[in-house]
Every structure is written in C-alpha cells, then in structure tokens.
C-alpha cells in the first residue's frame, strides 16, 4: 500500500516534470512556481537526487540582480494562464513576475545536502546555491523590512501562497479597482469558478501588478508604495528557518559570514514573531503595516509559524488550537478556523486543506515535541490522498478534491509523509 502510494506519487511528478523544472499542474499552472519548485525538491531527493538540486537550481538561475527569487518563471509561451508575462512587464529575457513566494528554498537545500548520497555533487551544488540563496535572505530584510523590526511584509497576496486567505480581506478594502486593465480570467476555464478567488478580489490583484509595474519594479519604492504591506506569521516563519537552516549548512561549508548573519535573521525574526502572538486567538495573526494593527483572523497562516523555532510553550498553545479546530473537521488543517463564519470549506485559501501548509505545520510541530498532533496532521494528509488523489487542495469536511489534478507538490508531500524521519 505504501509502496503503492509512493509509486503514484512519482509517477505524478514525472508526469508534470519538464526536465529542468516541474511544474505545479497541466492546464491550470503551466510555468515554475516558486514555492512549489523548493518542496518539490524535496520529494524529488527521495527518488532523483540530481533531478531535486536542478528543480532549485532553475529556480536561482532567475534571480534578480537585486537578489529577489520571481514568484513564478514563465520558461515557455503558454495562453492557458492569465496574468502571463505581457502583464507584468518586468523586462526580463525569460519573462518572470516581479513579486515573490515564500523563501523555503534554504530550507530545502539544507534537507537535499543532508539526504545526500552522492556526497561530492551535494558539496559543490550546495556551495554555489549558498550565497544566492542568501542573497535572497539579504533581500527580504532589506527591502521588505525597510525600519528592521525583524519581520518582513509581503505586498501582494499571492506573495503570501495563501492566495484569497480571509486574512487580507480588510486589507485588500484599501486596494482600488480604478484603472483596471480589462481582463479574461483563465483559471476559472480550469478549475471550478465556486473554489476559486471571487472577481472583485482578481480586480485588486491585477491593479496591484499594473501599480509595481508602474514603478517600474523598483524594489527601492515598492514597499512603502504599496497599499497592501502585510505582516504574515506563516510567510515569516519559513523564512526564518529558511535562514537557521542555511546558517547550518554555512557553518558546515565554512561560510562563517553566511552563517552568522544567517543565525542573527533568525534569532531576531523569532524574538520580533512575539508581537504578533494572541491569547485570545491560540495562534499568530498577521500584523497590517498601513493601518499599524494585528488582523484578528484565525487562518492557518499563523499556526505555520510553527515551521520556526517559535518557543515551547507557543507550540503547545498553537497544537492545542489545532486539536480544537480537528473537534469540527475531518482532516486537518483547514485554511481557516472552521467555526469562523468566513469558513468555506471549498473556496482555495478560505477552507480547504492543503498539503504543503500540512507538511511544514507537522514537521514544526514534531520538533517541538508536539508529536500527537503532528501525527494527526499526517495521518489525515495521508487518508486525503487515499480518499481522493493528488489534488490541489481538499475539503476538510469530506476530503473533496478540488483546483488542479495530478498536483506536483501534493505528489511530493506524500514522498515526504512516507519516507519520514524523525525530524532534527
Ligand atoms: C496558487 C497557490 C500558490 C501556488 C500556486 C501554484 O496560486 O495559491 O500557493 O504556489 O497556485 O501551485
């Protein structure tokens, strides 16, 4: 049965690998993504040691100068997707986004040197990939945290990978809509119109694009031009460990300026991730850098800043906010608190489940010690698939499968679930 589901899985990522990068789903997601490419890898590294280095590999090799990694990399012409490279406008000779993702590329690079077999090739790949990545890290606190508070904002939500999450709703009431280029959606021709961002919500979006675009993509004035500056606990949790795992793995290749500058991000990110804890909600809120307040909404964006060596006693409280959600639901974790009354178990970011938030919520759990919970998380991601297939993202009340089939980083999460380790 296991072997079973580890076969399918592999088969699913060779089926959407397109030789030096993969993408996330045929039709609905035809470019490299990436966030998608950095946990792929991982799921590649079980399987295909050298394929899962090339999958981060093309991802830096379309760094900017300024060292921010594109959110997604458009290699080849495809119509099937709508903003596409016209949009954005950022000049590039392999047109990309001008916008980012969640940094879990150092993260995954410390996991593929580890696992490791071919010890030479890991050294040498690791090595080059060390100070991009750590020029990306060097970026986010540069540019996205312009006063040093220790935390990063992302401006435009799909920065976040939680798309259309509640969290930015009040938020996104300050984005105008005025100017909007017209435009012809493409994912609703994919996917369930129903399960997808509402219209009003892509209006913002695509405004948000045309103003950067603007700019001129400036990354000197995007910040504080934006009128969408977020705080997200998730987001900066994966960066955080992003930068305690790439201070390891610095140490070890006798990068110490790497290292140490990588630990300080770390421990100056987990002490800032402080300020955005609620007693009242049992997790991390997002902090709305316009408006200077805690958005008091319980998404799982802050329970995945348990991915970060948040201190003991915030893991447990973050655990036992999960258990207490688990009370309503089928499957963990749901998007969104079940009993708020935006829940929509099926709307994307709003609701459902989704694999990789599962993946990072568990193994940050483990390592706090918080493994009746974690396990849970992985069983339930493991009933999904059984249920369901590798879908984009499932219901957690009857484990509908939703978005995009085939799914890349789904397939890969289960290669992780089932060749699991105890984490370190
Ligand atoms: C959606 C998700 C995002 C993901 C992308 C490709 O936009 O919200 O997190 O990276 O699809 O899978």
């Not at 030096?20 to 039709?27: D, E, K």
């Not at 100017?179 to 913002?204: C, I, L, S, W």
């Not at 100056?268 to 991390?284: C, H, P």
């Given at each position: 049965?296991t072997?079973?589901?580890?076969?399918?899985?592999?088969a699913?990522?060779?089926?959407?690998?397109?030789?030096?990068?993969?993408?996330?789903?045929?039709?609905l997601?035809p470019?490299?993504?990436?966030?998608?490419s950095a946990?792929?890898a991982?799921?590649f590294s079980?399987?295909?040691?050298?394929?899962?280095?090339?999958?981060?590999?093309?991802?830096?090799?379309?760094?900017?100068?300024?060292?921010?990694?594109?959110?997604?990399?458009?290699?080849?012409h495809?119509?099937?997707?709508?903003?596409?490279?016209?949009?954005?406008?950022t000049?590039?000779?392999?047109p990309t986004t001008?916008?980012?993702?969640p940094?879990?590329?150092g993260?995954?690079?410390?996991?593929l040197?580890?696992?490791a077999?071919?010890?030479?090739?890991a050294?040498r790949?690791?090595?080059?990939?060390?100070?991009?990545i750590?020029?990306w890290h060097?970026w986010?606190?540069?540019?996205?945290?312009?006063?040093?508070?220790?935390?990063?904002?992302?401006i435009?939500?799909?920065?976040s990978?939680r798309?259309?999450?509640?969290d930015?709703?009040?938020?996104f009431?300050?984005v105008?809509?005025?100017?909007?280029?017209?435009?012809k959606?493409?994912?609703?021709?994919?996917?369930?119109?129903?399960h997808?961002p509402?219209?009003?919500?892509?209006?913002?979006?695509?405004w948000?694009?045309?103003?950067f675009?603007?700019?001129?993509w400036d990354?000197?004035?995007?910040?504080?031009a934006?009128?969408?500056?977020i705080v997200?606990?998730?987001?900066?949790a994966?960066?955080?460990?992003?930068?305690s795992?790439?201070?390891?793995?610095?140490?070890?290749?006798?990068?110490?300026?790497?290292a140490?500058?990588s630990?300080?991000?770390a421990?100056?990110?987990?002490?800032?991730?402080?300020?955005l804890?609620?007693?009242?909600?049992g997790q991390?809120l997002?902090f709305?850098?316009?408006t200077?307040?805690?958005?008091d909404?319980?998404?799982?964006?802050?329970l995945?800043?348990?991915?970060?060596?948040?201190?003991?006693?915030?893991a447990?409280a973050?655990?036992e906010?999960?258990a207490?959600?688990g009370e309503?639901?089928?499957?963990?974790?749901?998007?969104?608190?079940?009993?708020s009354?935006?829940?929509?178990?099926?709307?994307?970011?709003?609701g459902?489940?989704?694999?990789?938030?599962?993946?990072m919520?568990?193994n940050?759990?483990e390592?706090?010690?918080?493994t009746?919970?974690a396990?849970?998380?992985?069983?339930d991601?493991?009933?999904?698939i059984?249920?369901?297939g590798f879908?984009?993202?499932?219901?957690?009340?009857?484990a509908?499968?939703?978005?995009?089939g085939?799914?890349?980083?789904?397939?890969?999460?289960?290669?992780?679930?089932l060749?699991?380790?105890?984490?370190?």
């Amino acid at each position: 049965m296991t072997q079973d589901m580890i076969d399918r899985a592999e088969a699913t990522m060779r089926k959407n690998d397109r030789g030096h990068y993969t993408v996330p789903t045929h039709g609905l997601y035809p470019f490299q993504w990436n966030w998608d490419s950095a946990l792929s890898a991982l799921g590649f590294s079980r399987f295909d040691e050298d394929r899962a280095w090339t999958e981060v590999e093309t991802l830096f090799a379309h760094q900017w100068d300024d060292g921010m990694v594109p959110h997604i990399i458009f290699h080849q012409h495809d119509d099937g997707y709508f903003p596409g490279p016209d949009v954005w406008g950022t000049g590039r000779e392999v047109p990309t986004t001008g916008i980012t993702q969640p940094a879990v590329a150092g993260y995954s690079v410390h996991q593929l040197y580890r696992r490791a077999q071919d010890r030479d090739a890991a050294e040498r790949r690791a090595r080059a990939l060390l100070p991009k990545i750590h020029a990306w890290h060097e970026w986010f606190y540069r540019a996205r945290d312009p006063e040093g508070t220790g935390l990063v904002a992302i401006i435009h939500p799909w920065e976040s990978g939680r798309d259309n999450s509640v969290d930015w709703d009040a938020a996104f009431e300050r984005v105008p809509t005025e100017g909007v280029m017209p435009f012809k959606r493409r994912d609703t021709q994919h996917a369930n119109p129903e399960h997808r961002p509402t219209q009003a919500q892509y209006e913002r979006y695509i405004w948000l694009v045309q103003h950067f675009r603007g700019l001129d993509w400036d990354n000197s004035k995007l910040h504080d031009a934006s009128p969408f500056r977020i705080v997200d606990p998730g987001f900066n949790a994966i960066l955080i460990r992003a930068c305690s795992e790439l201070a390891d793995l610095a140490r070890q290749l006798g990068e110490n300026d790497i290292a140490a500058q990588s630990q300080a991000y770390a421990e100056r990110g987990i002490a800032a991730m402080e300020s955005l804890w609620s007693d009242k909600r049992g997790q991390y809120l997002c902090f709305d850098r316009v408006t200077a307040e805690l958005v008091d909404n319980p998404s799982s964006g802050g329970l995945l800043a348990s991915f970060a060596a948040i201190p003991a006693h915030r893991a447990r409280a973050v655990a036992e906010t999960i258990a207490r959600w688990g009370e309503k639901v089928t499957y963990l974790v749901p998007s969104q608190d079940p009993e708020s009354p935006d829940f929509d178990s099926l709307r994307y970011w709003r609701g459902p489940v989704w694999l990789v938030v599962n993946y990072m919520i568990a193994n940050g759990l483990e390592r706090a010690g918080e493994t009746k919970v974690a396990d849970r998380i992985v069983a339930d991601s493991l009933r999904l698939i059984e249920e369901s297939g590798f879908a984009e993202y499932y219901s957690p009340l009857d484990a509908e499968p939703c978005g995009g089939g085939s799914f890349t980083w789904t397939a890969a999460m289960v290669i992780e679930f089932l060749t699991r380790e105890t984490q370190s």
